[in-house]
């Protein structure tokens, strides 16, 4: 019989006020030296002040890091790092979207660890992560990357992006406020809400999927698929975002423990090399991978669209999952992301770079329910660039 490790952040307050939380936690610990890592937007608009004032008020020193940038380069988790130990701190905060989040985890740990990050990347490193580094809290902004609850820190290569992946990267505490995403702007929230949604659907379809990660994906599913057009349309809607933000935590803990698949791994030399958000990487890519490996999955499509709210009542599996690609598509769509590579400016020509960066991902690609060779990464290229279904371009294909 075959088993599932189930792994959740040790501590999480989740909910609407939930920041504070943060002053007891921090007491918790002997420290003085804090170091929270953010990014300038969050600190030009006075959120990073809600949460380090009470800090400053109690007599912690504090310093601000806030040379973050979205999708972060390699070089700037190296320059942090290296920040981090020059500064002897003590505790690392985290406070923003994923990469904030990834790049404080990350000082976190390796200010304690020899090396430079390089050398723990998943792909090329060569060294393994001995010790578990300084105390860390993470204070997601946006609702989608389930940093909060995850072991990695995403890093942005060449042409492609790697991981640093340890259990010494999961949070300590977890602070999840959906008063904190309020001023997110509807393009964020589209592409964090669907990075989330697809974090859902990939860890429901895994083969490494569990009833636990089941249970988790499919409540996840319902919560951002009721919520996420209304917080886009109205980003003060109180319920839309306390809904995301409980959906993208839940969906957090399921696909950090069934892990992800082909969209993700499509998704990943697709941001490396044109700069695309994760989130409108994956976006865009969802619809055309579930269509891709529909047939090896349809019996849990069919509950993906149910969960989505999508009456179904009369339908077979295989209309059903049909329904679910249609219904992907439309979803993409009415939240603003664009529903081509083309309408991203990707050039046909790109196809062939893509798809060889994306069959190195093979952590990924294991855990799809259809296994994805390179042929198959190409079609699924291909049907994204044109917006037409695989099998129609098979079909052009042959009849020229």
Not at 307 to 314: D, L, R
Request: glycine share 8%; hydrophobic share 40%.
């Amino acid at each position: 019989m075959s088993y599932s490790k189930i792994v959740f952040t040790p501590l999480s307050h989740v909910g609407w006020g939930s920041l504070e939380q943060l002053l007891p936690e921090v007491k918790k610990y002997d420290v003085s030296r804090i170091l929270v890592v953010t990014d300038p937007v969050l600190v030009k608009i006075g959120l990073v002040k809600q949460v380090v004032e009470p800090l400053v008020d109690e007599g912690y020193f504090v310093s601000i890091y806030e040379d973050v940038v979205p999708e972060p380069p390699l070089e700037t988790g190296e320059k942090l790092v290296a920040y981090t130990r020059e500064g002897s701190y003590e505790l690392v905060i985290g406070v923003g979207g994923g990469s904030a989040l990834d790049l404080a985890k990350l000082a976190a740990v390796l200010a304690d660890n020899e090396g430079y990050v390089s050398d723990y990347l998943n792909l090329t490193g060569s060294k393994t992560i001995k010790n578990k580094g300084l105390p860390k809290i993470v204070i997601p902004t946006t609702s989608g990357t389930g940093s909060e609850v995850t072991n990695i820190s995403v890093l942005s290569l060449e042409t492609t992006k790697d991981v640093v992946s340890h259990d010494y990267l999961i949070a300590d505490v977890a602070i999840v406020d959906p008063s904190l995403t309020v001023s997110v702007p509807p393009r964020v929230t589209a592409a964090t809400g669907i990075d989330a949604l697809t974090h859902a659907i990939e860890a429901y379809l895994s083969v490494q999927a569990s009833p636990t990660t089941d249970g988790l994906a499919l409540q996840a599913i319902k919560l951002i698929s009721h919520s996420l057009r209304r917080a886009v349309a109205n980003g003060d809607d109180q319920e839309a975002r306390t809904e995301m933000s409980q959906g993208s935590y839940i969906a957090g803990l399921a696909f950090f423990n069934a892990g992800v698949g082909g969209v993700h791994a499509l998704a990943y030399p697709l941001g490396g090399q044109f700069h695309i958000s994760h989130g409108e990487s994956n976006a865009v890519l969802l619809p055309y991978v579930m269509e891709y490996i529909r047939e090896s999955c349809t019996k849990k499509m069919t509950e993906i669209v149910a969960a989505m709210g999508v009456p179904i009542h009369s339908l077979s599996e295989d209309e059903a999952s049909l329904r679910l690609v249609e219904e992907l598509h439309t979803f993409v769509k009415d939240v603003g992301i664009p529903s081509t590579l083309t309408e991203f400016a990707i050039p046909e020509n790109a196809i062939g770079k893509l798809t060889d960066d994306a069959v190195k991902q093979s952590r990924l690609l294991a855990r799809s329910p259809l296994p994805l060779e390179k042929e198959d990464i190409r079609k699924i290229y291909e049907a994204a660039f044109s917006g037409r279904k695989h099998e129609e371009l098979d079909n052009v294909q042959n009849n020229n």
